[in-house]
């Protein structure tokens, strides 16, 4: 299907936003993402920013600005935050543990959805909280299927390694003991876009003394159908509005 609607600048500055979804990115890796011309590249960059539709990281990297989440929240249309309550609900009821979404934003981790165990020992992680990409199991998701340069920069100073990522990569889940905090264990798997790029980390997490130093034993296939369930909505979306846009 023609994705051009006539209008270049437009079309252009979609083309950007649209490689800053697969994470921060320098100009030179702008320029190759979009096959624009270095000077487009940067003067579209520089004029989103001015809307803060794009944003800089704390290396001066671009990624996408906080005016594309204040759009989506204002139009109401973001279907994985609708979809992650009921999903993350039952995943907190079938574990008996705190369950988490996790979106990836700079060098940070955001909770962008959360059901808490009510009661007893939890880990809480409260909505819009930012936790590193340096440690824990939804870091090594959502940085496990990186391109390789940017998996390259994401492990400098992880407390996880290439190996460790590669072992995701092939199981499709991640799970860490005390790597984020002290005596918390947890289990994450990917959520996907309907092009197959994840854009989330779905999680559980509690104390090692129940989730124990193998937590994936216990609940990488109930995390893994979770996280599923939001993969399939986002296609099923995508399908009828394909659809509704081609009728």
Do not use: Y
Request: aromatic share 2%; net charge positive.
């Amino acid at each position: 299907m023609d994705n051009t609607s006539g209008v270049g600048v437009l079309d252009k500055a979609a083309i950007v936003l649209s490689a800053l979804e697969a994470g921060p990115s320098t100009l030179a890796q702008l320029v190759t993402a979009t096959g624009l011309a270095r000077p487009t590249a940067h003067r579209l960059a520089v004029a989103l920013e001015h809307h803060r539709l794009v944003g800089r990281d704390m290396q001066g990297r671009f990624v996408l600005g906080p005016r594309l989440g204040e759009l989506a929240a204002a139009a109401g249309e973001d279907r994985l935050l609708a979809a992650a309550g009921p999903v993350l609900g039952a995943l907190r009821d079938h574990t008996n543990e705190s369950a988490q979404l996790f979106r990836r934003q700079g060098d940070h981790r955001i909770c962008v959805s959360a059901a808490e165990r009510p009661v007893g020992l939890r880990d809480s992680i409260p909505i819009g909280a930012s936790l590193s990409m340096l440690a824990g199991s939804a870091a090594q998701i959502l940085l496990a299927w990186e391109e390789p340069d940017r998996l390259h920069r994401g492990l400098q100073g992880a407390a996880f390694n290439a190996t460790t990522l590669s072992g995701v990569r092939r199981r499709g889940w991640a799970q860490s003991v005390g790597e984020r905090e002290a005596g918390v264990a947890s289990v994450s798997a990917p959520v996907r876009s309907p092009s197959g790029r994840v854009i989330a980390a779905v999680s559980i997490s509690g104390p090692i003394e129940r989730l124990s130093r193998q937590p994936g034993r216990l609940h990488a296939a109930t995390v893994i159908a979770g996280a599923n369930k939001l993969t399939e909505v986002l296609a099923r979306h995508a399908k009828t509005a394909e659809e509704q846009h081609s009728a």
